[in-house]
T-cell receptor
Framework: GENVEQHPSTLSVQEGDSAVIKCTYS??????FPWYKQELGKRPQLIIDIRSNVGEKKDQRIAVTLNKTAKHFSLHITETQPEDSAVYFC???????????FGGGTRLMVKP | GAVVSQHPSWVICKSGTSVKIECRSLDFQATTMFWYRQFPKQSLMLMATSNEGSKATYEQGVEKDKFLINHASLTLSTLTVTSAHPEDSSFYIC??????????????FGEGSWLTVV
């Protein structure tokens, strides 16, 4: 089955700096890669996703890149703000709407 | 966006008892729902795929007789933790798949249910 590795497990940045979280996956059949933000005790919130036919996608301060050959994808957050502090999870799936395999999570702390 | 509701939000039960968690898709029909478990400070782990009108598909290592899943209607799946023990204490989250439209399906998560077994 699919295995998703995520790094780093914790990330502390100064407000205004950029944050990068990286994930690798093992199943070449995976074609859908969402990123979720989760605050303590709450449901994961989809912040951006990318499909395998696209190498990069951007939504305001958030961008995701995908290297399907190397089986890795990354989340980039620019101009970080304290409200970006949360746990971020990457995930992989064969297609959107299918079961998700999650990475281990990254606790992002943005210091004011 | 679509709404998926879970109930209860949190529950405390005694060891050895059973507890039922409901997952409802409020404004769409979901033939498929997924149940995840998340231990504190850990990731979400898929427990099973719930299919309306048929048996659930369980992930390796998840006891189907302990975690009973029933998806009797297109808007409701239930997870029953039977003979609960303290090690079953966790955050249980469901997700529901919308019908395929246009670019495909979308997954929506429920609010999650905190289970504490004492």
């Amino acid at each position: 089955g699919e295995n998703v590795e995520q790094h780093p497990s914790t990330l502390s940045v100064q407000e205004g700096d950029s944050a990068v979280i990286k994930c690798t996956y093992s199943d070449s059949a995976s074609n859908y890669f969402p990123w979720y933000k989760q605050e303590l005790g709450k449901r994961p919130q989809l912040i951006i996703d990318i499909r395998s036919n696209v190498g990069e996608k951007k939504d305001q301060r958030i961008a995701v890149t995908l290297n399907k050959t190397a089986k890795h994808f990354s989340l980039h957050i620019t101009e970080t703000q304290p409200e970006d502090s949360a746990v971020y999870f990457c995930a992989a799936s064969i297609y959107a709407g299918n079961m998700l395999t999650f990475g281990g999570g990254t606790r992002l702390m943005v210091k004011p | 966006g679509a709404v998926v509701s879970q109930h209860p939000s949190w529950v405390i039960c005694k060891s050895g008892t059973s507890v039922k968690i409901e997952c409802r898709s409020l404004d769409f029909q979901a033939t498929t729902m997924f149940w995840y478990r998340q231990f504190p400070k850990q990731s979400l782990m898929l427990m099973a795929t719930s299919n309306e009108g048929s048996k659930a598909t369980y992930e390796q290592g998840v006891e189907k007789d302990k975690f009973l899943i029933n998806h009797a209607s297109l808007t409701l799946s239930t997870l029953t933790v039977t003979s609960a023990h303290p090690e079953d204490s966790s955050f249980y989250i469901c997700s529901a798949r919308t019908p395929s439209v246009g670019s495909g399906n979308t997954i929506y998560f429920g609010e999650g249910s905190w289970l504490t077994v004492v």
